[in-house]
């Protein structure tokens, strides 16, 4: 024990460490088992196929998400997890304002952090293998990025959950 703790608090901080372990090795097994069964899933292993989304997220979108024909589009099944803007109208002009954040909130808040992980690598690196990343990174504030690409990511996952196969890489024009 630390010389600088008091003698008093021993006993307590032992207690204290040993309660961290036990829960570190309880999240390990988890971990383990969340990637067991998002391997033996159909639905999970396709769902990561999509860069941003990992074990957690596909056996999170495979239990959670109702099927994919209730939504009519991709765009349907962004606004039921609240990652579209807002319309708003008034005399003939429309603006788009802030998501809404209505609907599955887990979901949402998996694939916001699945996108915000390859915008925090993007911009560490300085160039991704996505176009499309860089250009919205050089015009726009990283948060409205992230939520974009959660977005977007969104709706290649009811595409995949639709129409099935699995998600390939756009070819880059040139």
Do not use: C, H
């Amino acid at each position: 024990m630390d010389p600088t703790v008091p003698e008093a608090a021993g006993p307590i901080l032992s207690l204290l460490v040993e309660q961290l372990r036990s829960l570190d090795a309880r999240v390990a097994e988890l971990d383990r088992e969340i990637g067991r069964r998002a391997r033996e899933d159909a639905e999970a292993k396709r769902l990561m196929t999509i860069p941003g989304i990992g074990p957690i997220t596909a056996t999170a979108l495979a239990a959670l998400a109702p099927s994919a024909q209730t939504f009519k589009t991709g765009r349907d099944f962004a606004a039921w997890l609240g990652l579209t803007p807002l319309q708003r109208s008034s005399g003939g002009k429309q603006k788009l304002g802030e998501t809404s954040r209505r609907g599955e909130r887990t979901l949402r808040r998996l694939l916001i952090i699945g996108a915000s992980a390859a915008v925090r690598w993007a911009m560490r690196k300085g160039s991704t293998g996505n176009p499309w990343l860089s250009r919205m990174l050089e015009r726009k504030p990283p948060m409205l990025v992230i939520v974009a690409l959660a977005n977007k990511t969104a709706r290649i996952v009811w595409a995949l959950m639709a129409k099935g196969g699995t998600y390939r890489t756009p070819a880059i024009a040139g």
